[in-house]
């Protein structure tokens, strides 16, 4: 059979894989075995966003931009669909609108099953706090839907947060 499609699977007799499958096509499946590995982390991400940005009861232009900008700019995330991850986030704030409390429920198990893994559950609420400053206006319920979200992922809010201003008002009244 020919060598072009892949389908000499001699390699056995130190032949290396790249001699055996075209390159392209190895680019595509590593893509793809990264996409699979990642789903919990894509749809983790995208509930974030979606809890973040409902928090005070509607998504603001500037928040659903960072939202954007996280999905392109975030290399855990440049392995999905632009595309793909938008209309998964607007399904679930659509849900949340629709549904309430039992989408808030879901959501927050999509996030929860990040919690062992402790750089991608920080990675998830850095996305989140660029959510929740993107409008330059953040309330008590954005502040609290965060502190529930980083109890759910078990990190300390400060980690995130840092020495920001809003955080060290949010501490104050909270």
Known sequence: MSKKYGCRWCAGDGVKVEEVLERPLLDKLGAEVSRYQDKDFL?????VCALTAMAD????????CSINLAIRTEPALQAFNVDKASAILDDYIEGLERD??????????????????????RTIMRVAYLIITSDYDVDE???????????LLELDPDEIWGDSPIWSEA????
């Open 141 to 151: 319920r954005e502040i609290a839907e965060f502190r529930r979200l980083c109890d």
């Open 100 to 121: 309430g409390d039992a989408a808030k429920q879901v959501l927050s198990e999509n996030v929860r099953r990040v919690s062992s893994d402790h750089k991608r559950a």
């Open 171 to 174: 501490r104050k009244s909270g």
């Open 43 to 47: 749809k983790a991400t995208m509930a």
């Open 57 to 64: 009861d509607e998504v603001k232009l500037e928040e659903r």
